[in-house]
């Protein structure tokens, strides 16, 4: 069985703080791929960073940055330096090899507070 | 940047009527799926369409619902005899043909059944 797990519903933080969002998975498939979606106020799912499962490579993305480690089945997601525009829910998800469906963590709330 | 664009954003419905949720994928992707949320939950699968047909669907996507490729832009969800707890977000997406690829979702379509 496949699943994603991410245990923080809600995270509050100052402006300017760094964030770390946890994301766990299950899967038993050896080729697999991680995604993060940022779902803010209006609504719409916007895509963040995909990851295969044979790339452990960490990414920086301007604030962004992603933590993969297969030994835990975590891909973590950082925010440094916090801002009021990240405030968002914040989705991870897992698409096995061979399936076209994505599996959705239950979303972490992020507040970023001015 | 090209966009998924579903329509309409917002759609009010009585109990029994029958929907019709319309997406414009897009143009050079080959895949489409329908995923919903229901309000505060998560982001769960529908179904998957390729090829002029259903690929993948899950346990929701049961007789009550339907999808179709009209015509070669457009991609439809069509709910038969709607009931409340059909009242959700409901996301059309898009991808090209790479399995590893990410997902463009619509900014959604959000169903009130009353």
């Known amino acids: 069985a496949q699943k994603v797990t991410q245990a923080q519903t809600e995270i509050s933080v100052v402006e300017k703080e760094d964030v770390t969002l946890d994301c766990v998975y299950e899967?038993?498939?050896?080729?697999?791929?991680l995604f993060w979606y940022k779902q803010p106020p209006s609504g719409e799912l916007v895509f963040l960073i995909r990851?295969?499962?044979?790339?452990?490579q960490n990414e920086i993305s301007g604030r962004y940055s992603w933590n993969f480690q297969k030994s835990t089945s975590s891909f973590n997601f950082t925010i440094t330096a916090s801002q009021v525009v990240d405030s968002a829910v914040y989705f991870c998800a897992l698409r096995a090899q061979g399936t076209y469906k994505y599996i959705f963590g239950t979303g972490t709330r992020l507040k970023v507070l001015a | 940047e090209p966009e998924v664009t579903q329509t309409p954003s917002h759609q009010v419905t009585q109990m029994g009527q029958e929907v019709i949720l319309r997406c414009v994928p897009i143009?050079?992707?080959?895949?489409f799926y329908w995923y919903r949320q229901i309000l505060g939950q998560k982001v769960e699968f529908l179904v998957s369409f390729y090829n002029n047909e259903i690929s993948e669907k899950s346990e929701i996507f049961d007789d009550q619902f339907s999808v179709e490729r009209p015509d070669g832009s457009n991609f439809t969800l069509k709910i038969r005899s709607t009931k409340l707890e059909d009242s959700a977000m409901y996301f059309c997406?898009?991808?090209?043909?790479?399995?590893?690829?990410?997902?463009?979702f619509g900014s959604g379509t959000r169903l009130t059944v009353v």
């Open positions: 997406a898009s991808s090209e043909p790479g399995q590893g690829d990410g997902y463009t």
């Open positions: 990851r295969n499962s044979f790339d452990e």
């Open positions: 899967t038993r498939d050896t080729t697999y791929y």
């Open positions: 143009s050079n992707h080959l895949y």
